[in-house]
């Protein structure tokens, strides 16, 4: 939990998550500009008439006025900011928002989290204007998923092969990329490597890790270098096809780093297969 200096506070954050504290409380893990992640207990949220329940609400921006108890920041009142109405009136809206929580809670504790901050209520808050487009809504969340990655300092390296140093090139069809090197690189290239490094699994050890590789079009890859100008070209002719091959495989490599599950993945392609 991030400090708060003061013993009372006002402080705009975003509800990430949420589970049960007691018969009546429940603890709200919320996300602010200045503190990052934080914890905050809220009494009475279970209770029909709670006036504070609605802290509790997932994405949900509010500006709370909290203070320190004995183990915990303690809930006194709350102005909501902004519910994004829509997002809960669309299912993929739906699905793309508890993503994109479920992602920054995840994060680790050592990034900007002012630009965090910005960067998850700015995608909300497009999100929430989005059309019901399943397209518009899931280029929307790819976007975010780079983005992320971006400011959290943990985006691969797409602008040239791995091993070889050689500019990526939109007309060859397919790379190979690996989460363990963080970057891309040619089949034939690939093949050199395995040759010359992969051992038999039980020689290998922390100091010699198993090498991952997956197949990644050149659609996918270019989806990581938005500053080229033929890369913003190929992103404007992404299909559905190309889109859905594009968010297996930001789950492959998210689930990859943070080494777990990412539940929100499985309804978001659910929808989308």
Not at 11 to 28: M, R
Not at 143 to 163: E, H, N, R, W, Y
Request: proline share 4%; glycine share 4%.
């Amino acid at each position: 939990m991030c400090p708060i200096e003061l013993k009372t506070q006002n402080i705009e954050a975003i509800c990430l998550k949420t589970h049960s504290y007691s018969e009546a409380d429940t603890i709200a893990h919320i996300y602010s500009s200045e503190y990052g992640k934080s914890s905050v207990i809220v009494k009475g949220a279970k209770k029909t008439k709670s006036k504070l329940a609605g802290a509790c609400q997932l994405f949900s921006v509010n500006l709370l006025h909290v203070s320190l108890g004995q183990s915990l920041y303690r809930l006194i009142q709350y102005q909501p900011v902004d519910h994004f109405l829509n997002i809960h009136n669309h299912l993929l809206k739906l699905a793309y928002a508890l993503l994109y929580i479920e992602l920054v809670y995840i994060l680790q504790q050592d990034v900007d989290s002012e630009k965090i901050y910005t960067l998850l209520r700015g995608s909300l808050k497009v999100l929430n204007q989005c059309r019901e487009s399943d397209l518009e809504i899931t280029t929307h969340g790819l976007q975010f998923q780079l983005a992320l990655l971006q400011v959290s300092g943990t985006k691969p390296d797409f602008s040239q092969c791995i091993l070889t140093h050689q500019p990526f090139d939109q007309f060859y069809p397919y790379y190979c990329f690996s989460p363990q090197l963080g970057g891309i690189t040619t089949a034939e290239q690939k093949k050199q490597f395995q040759k010359k490094n992969n051992k038999p699994d039980a020689e290998h050890s922390k100091a010699s890790p198993w090498i991952q590789w997956v197949y990644v079009s050149n659609k996918t890859c270019a989806l990581f270098l938005p500053q080229s100008k033929e890369v913003q070209e190929t992103n404007h002719t992404l299909d559905a096809k190309a889109i859905l091959k594009a968010q297996r495989f930001l789950q492959f490599y998210y689930q990859t780093v943070v080494e777990k599950p990412i539940q929100a993945y499985d309804l978001i392609l659910s929808l989308l297969e």
